[in-house]
């Protein structure tokens, strides 16, 4: 077993939503971090009431209205909602803490709060020193600790990791542009709503958010900062009767000249150091959710038919899409190799 | 209760298969035919086994090995294999019948079979003279019976209500378009496959036949024929975990100057007079499965977001998609109302 | 078409939930019925979104607060949770209407409420008066209108149909006696709960109120009253991940000399003269819930191995379960065959 | 990490199926057992096409029909049909190696075999010898190697897991004992077949093998092996809507005087040593099938009315079920302690 000079502390405040449950156990496995608390907004459950391993028993849950930690943690994990980060992403950045926010609040600009998230952003500097973690695109940065890391949104991850080699060599007409996603349910929370409830989502498919759903300006803003390309795609979301995983279809003319090798090419460039992203021709091992749920892994698969290029990608939600992911970021800023912890996590039937 | 003026005999090849069941369903209810014999390539079931319905224990099934009915009926429907089909149609119109095919075998030109049925096609004369009987874009005709009706692909049925008024009125870009269709497994039918187990199923949505499917150039060539447009759309199928519904995203780029409503008066003008197709703008109501199933509709949904033109299409595979368009095609064969017998069948939870 | 004498006229309280949906779409195609108004507590609905059907656009729908109903109904079906229906009942009863309740309000003696329902019974006389609606088993009463019926628990429904044959010809040993229940998810209702979300029910078969399921004294009271039998049944309910419908395992021990042809004797003779049981040896027809989902029928197979007896009933636990019970009553009150409206009511896929 | 003093060597017959993958899974994790090989009847496939883990890669994959290993592994498992375990055990036996055969070949005796599983049993000494593998119930044994294990069924495992501390402590009334099991999809193995498709088994719930289940003679006979009890349960199997997992509750009543505590002391007798049963109240966290699918557990829930008695047991039907169990009796034939490897195996959403 690999030896690491020394372990993290981290915490998480949220670990009751599924995101949280997921994240609490990877770190509770992790070989480098060793998770010392978690913080809820009710205090009122035991994290060995969520989590069968036998760990989860000592870590301590506290109230967050009674203690905000300050410091003595490397990182903090905020599994919040956008609003809850907002606020107390700079009061721990100021403690001296890393904070790797789960939400959307530092996402976007300031100013497509409104629009997308329905609030008024009310922590500019800390919105704009946050980097976002898409990995493996974001770049390692020299910025000394503490930093705020932006945890990219589930459909945003599925969207980009199959995009963004597209855009970086410009094989694609971006005004053609269409994706077509489909999530589980745990991608909404454990929020009790009637539109999530098993007699509303059995046998159904119901596309929501039409043109209004805030990974849109997320995929966009990003596209830009990672390949320089400007798009604006159509962007739908649907729910699935199944509990986890994304399955987004991305659709494109490619540009003239460009062949199916050349698509080829570019996702064997981008993904060629990172093995958390498998990519090939569309069969169902990488076509298929149930290999990547329970997996921190992304499946892509290409085809071109003529000048029409499918793409498919497929992600847990909450694993690369929300928890494996906020931990490559962890990684990352430990300076270890992103998939510390990550390699076995696999997928079952 | 309406007076017809006579009941037309009718019978089914195929009754045991999902959509076979749900015709005889449907005929047994019928106020002007009468379900007077199932055939079978074997004739090891009765129809009160698979169905409910008290009416069904007097319909006598007989096995297509003994006895190939020879005449004595208004309509035969054939819920069989295209290849099956292809040979028993021909031979039905001959002994007088009108036929009604609910397979593929008479969509597409015959040159187009080998690639994209894998087999040879036949039967060039009936197939020549066969008319598409997608509801209510196929023009009445004054041909005299018997007549061969191809009845549509649920798939092609679900994209062609959504796209033909747009390429009607010539609104959108074809060379955008894109639909990406998501289908219940009955659509597959009953017949035993690994792929179709409730544990390959379950808590997947796979894309399948990808760039592949045989309901890619029944749309195209439709498309030409109804509206007078060439389309190569980008087309995917999913396999979702759910017994029963098509749902259908259509994406497409808006030609300059179009606006919302000209949209709206597009689908307005298209089902003025046919009460079988729902639409407007995207809501649950016109966007759930669960309100398509059970029902003959057809619910089009569509939101115009700048130039792109997002619309959504959802239908019962297994009605509209199959065997109550069926039933809508003997209706205008009788000169019948094509809504007789189907404006009941309501959707429930 | 049957001519119906006189069409009464009917309103329900609490069409929104799944219950009360299904009650309004039967009225609708009532032969006898007109169903003239709905009443909410919050009145923020219209049926035509809740129902397909045509002519739900024509019914109101009133808020409780502004108006309670003050006569000229024939009947009126409380679709209330118990504490409303145990307030509403007295004032609409003295209004001069019948009432129909699907609540628990009515089903138990006053002293066992505050133990299985959590509150103490309000309405003592009205409690005292109303009349168990167990249909074929509630024998015609003289009574003069208005009366209360209180309409049968759905796992009490399942279990007394299976139970009150063998108890009546005291076929088993009491004390052996096992119902083992499962049922889908519509039975608890429209309201957003944690444990009703898709991602919690998806996956699992959760036994709940282990040994403190209020239909328990249910079944043990209404057992006494219709079979003079005393029972104490082993009683679990599980949470199926299905929408509808209601399948109970029972087990007895027979009596000494109990034959497999007395125990389909006790069957048949229950039955007889009841278009909507339908019993017999197990089979995939008679075990599997599709085939009563749907339906207003209860389907009870039976099978005696040795003295151990097997016994399976399934209903849909919103039709016979509650609704299409619901409407029996009001057949009943009418003075019309109990399945007057009913008997077209069959399950799907 | 735990130093083992040697690895053993092991092979899989049939790792195609869905308790093949896992074992094959369980395996390539193994601190103590290195899959060698796997072998197929037909062996058209590369276990990195089953298995993300990279390790699947370097298993190689033999036809049976080339090759029947002679010798070189210390252990060999069988996921085979009952028949072909039967004929292979013996001559494997011969060959050298030990055999844990996880079909029913070796669990009943020989003289059962025509009724329960429609063969003559052909290989009566190897049958005899066989040792039945429940752990932690079968004592260790002196035998020398090779041995045969037949390792427990899926509903046997968790019926017994149940009821042998009751037995063995003699609380219940024998002949009041009930036994209701339900299972998902995955225990039927990945043949297709009509009735397990997603469109039989989704919404449906159906008894199957009324008294006919070959796991009920099983149970009878290890529970008399085990706890000299004679029973004669009723015992039913129903197919869930759900991939994985078995949940089996089981009524009886107690003796007089039988205590809770009493009961509650003979689980904690039965199992204090044994860390992958819990057992406790019921709880949604030990009656939920989704904390014990993806784990090698077993959670039993017990509570106590009166004289009835309710016991709740789950487990994963793959695992504790099948291969997890198989894996325990592989570490016990090795020497070390039955968990090695398995008690990281925990359940996720």
Chains 1, 2, 3, 4 share one sequence.
Not at 230 to 237: G, H, L, M, N, V
Request: proline share 6%; net charge neutral.
């Amino acid at each position: 077993m690999h030896k690491y000079e020394r372990t993290a502390n981290v915490a998480i405040v949220g670990a009751r939503g599924y995101t949280g449950q997921e994240l609490a156990r990877l770190l509770l496995a992790h070989p480098a971090a060793r998770l010392t608390a978690c913080f809820s907004t009710d205090a009122t459950y035991r994290l060995s009431d969520l989590l069968p391993e036998a760990s989860a028993a000592s870590v301590p849950v506290y109230s967050l209205k009674d203690a905000i930690p300050s410091g003595g943690l490397d990182a903090i994990f905020l599994a919040t909602p956008a609003e809850v980060s907002m606020e107390l992403a700079p009061k721990l950045l100021e403690a001296g803490m890393s904070v790797i926010d789960l939400s959307g609040a530092f996402r976007l600009e300031a100013a497509q709060y409104p629009k997308w998230y329905g609030f008024e952003h009310k922590s500019a500097s800390a919105l704009a020193a946050a980097r976002y973690g898409l990995v493996p695109w974001t770049k390692p940065s020299e910025t000394k600790t503490p930093v705020l890391i932006s945890n990219p949104g589930c459909y945003a991850t599925a969207a980009l990791t199959a995009i963004l080699p597209l855009l970086a060599h410009g094989l694609i007409e971006p005004e053609t542009l269409v994706i077509d996603a489909k999530s589980g349910t745990s991608g909404a929370g454990k929020k009790a709503a009637e539109n999530l409830l098993f007699s509303e989502v059995d046998g159904d498919c119901l596309p929501y958010k039409v043109a209004a759903h805030q990974h849109l300006p997320e995929i966009i803003r990003h596209a830009k900062a990672f390949a320089g390309a400007e798009i604006d795609p159509a962007f739908s979301t649907h729910l699935l009767p199944v509990k986890r995983g994304i399955t987004a279809a991305v659709y494109a003319r490619v540009k003239k000249g460009v062949t199916a090798s050349k698509v080829a090419g570019a996702f064997a460039e981008a993904y060629e150091n990172y093995a958390l992203v498998r990519h090939g021709a569309p069969a169902p091992a990488l076509l298929s959710l149930r290999k990547v749920v329970g997996s921190a892994r992304a499946h892509v698969a290409h085809h071109l038919d003529g000048d029409k290029l499918y793409v498919y990608s497929a992600i847990d939600n909450l694993l690369k899409g929300a928890a494996s992911q906020a931990v490559e970021n962890l990684n990352a800023l430990l300076g270890l190799p992103v998939t510390t912890g990550l390699l076995d996590k696999e997928g079952t039937l």
